[in-house]
Structures are given as C-alpha cells and as structure tokens.
C-alpha cells in the first residue's frame, strides 16, 4: 500500500540553524509533492510544491527538493527561527485526482 | 484568515445526538474536502466535492454524511458517533479542472473542529 514515512521524532535545533526534515515514500508515483506548516490546533497551511521534473524548489528561507528516484523529499528551513517551532507535514498527489496522501508530520522546535 | 471558515470550532456530543460541521469558503474554488485528524495519525480523506457533486468517498461509515449545497459550502453531518470518532475534523478547498480532471495546486484549510464524543 502506499506509505509516507516522516521522522516521528521531534527535531530539536540551535537558532540561526538549518533545519532538514525528511520525507520518505513507497509504492507510489507522484506527480508532485507539497509541504504544509500545522501550529497547534490550528489547520495546516501550504508552503511549496515541487513537480516530479523539478529537482528543488526555493521560496525565501525554504528549500525543497525531490528525488523521485530515491522517493524522497528534503525540506530545509534556513536561518531558522523560533518562530518556525510547528509541525511539517509532506503530502503526495497524482495527477488527473483529488486525493492527496499526507505524512504525519514532523515536529520542530527551534530554541532562542 | 485562511478563507476557509469552519464553526463550530469545538463540539462535544453523546453518542446518540446528531449534530453539523460546517465550511465555507471564500476563495472562488470549486472543490471543498473533509479530511479527519486522529492524534499522531496522518491527515485521513474522507469526501471530496468537485463542482458540488461527490467524487471521492474514501470507505467512511455512514454515521458521517456530508453535504454540498453550492460551490462555497460544505456540510458534515454526524449522528449516533463512536468516541473513536473523537478528532478534529478538516475542511478544505481548492481549484478544480473539472469533474474528472482532479485539482490544481495546493489545498487551502480551514482551522477544524475540534470533535470529541463521549
């Protein structure tokens, strides 16, 4: 079946670091993949979306990339931020449907 | 503001009682979604309206039924729930090519609401 595998342990980093927090996939194909931002009790909200042509993607301090041959995402946070303490979650479509498949997420915690 | 609102934003029922979720959107999209959020569980489809006719129903028990009025509503209405069923629940929208032709782009949410039954 298909499966999204994030890191389920928390991530713990220094601020002014980068945070990489990885997304795995299997027996799937995407035809693109999209990071979500989700603060506590809140709805997420979209960050970037990478097709499976593109190998990275950049918007301000985020950077994705996607490797479809490993079946992998990256997703780097630069000059992180306390700020940018919530929850990541990946998620995967295929083209000409609606369901998107999401991971479960992965936490951050950036410190002061 | 996401554009998507949902009330109400928390909900407490007994098993036996029937209550609404309700969505609405304000960004001019044509698809609207009900996804369910178990604690340390992935986000969970569960219906998907494109152009307010239902074209994903992703094996729910029919204690859930939804509801697409118009292109900017979306309905979940819920009666005689398992406390399993405790979660917050998801509704989101986006733009849509049509029936059959899947969505563009990314998925805009609402901030849920948050279920619990007793």
């Known amino acids: 079946s298909q499966k999204i595998e994030q890191n389920s342990e928390a991530l713990n980093i220094q601020e002014g670091k980068t945070a990489t927090l990885t997304c795995n996939y299997t027996n799937y194909s995407p035809a693109y993949l999209q990071w979500y931002r989700q603060d506590p009790g809140r709805g997420p909200v979209f960050l970037l979306l990478?097709?499976?042509?593109?190998k990275e993607k950049r918007k301000e301090r985020l950077k994705v990339t996607f490797d479809t041959t490993l079946k992998q995402s990256l997703f780097h946070i630069t000059a992180s931020q306390p700020a940018d303490s919530a929850t990541y979650l990946c998620a995967l479509d295929d083209t000409g449907g609606f369901k998107t498949i999401f991971g479960a997420g992965t936490r951050l915690f950036v410190k002061a | 503001e996401t554009g998507v609102t949902q009330t109400p934003r928390h909900l407490v029922m007994g098993m036996t009682n029937k209550k609404s979720l309700k969505c609405e959107q304000h960004l001019g999209h044509n698809a609207m979604y009900w996804y369910k959020q178990s604690a340390k569980k992935p986000l969970e489809l569960m219906f998907v309206?494109?152009?307010?006719?239902?074209?994903e129903n992703n094996s729910v028990p029919s204690r859930f039924s939804p509801e697409c009025p118009n292109s900017s509503h979306l309905f979940l209405h819920l009666h005689t729930l398992q406390p399993e069923d405790s979660a917050l629940y998801l509704c989101a929208s986006s733009q849509t090519r049509g029936l059959a032709g899947g969505r563009t782009g990314e998925l805009f949410f609402g901030e849920g609401s948050r279920l619990t039954v007793l």
């Open positions: 309206y494109s152009l307010e006719e239902r074209v």
């Open positions: 990478i097709r499976e042509n593109e």
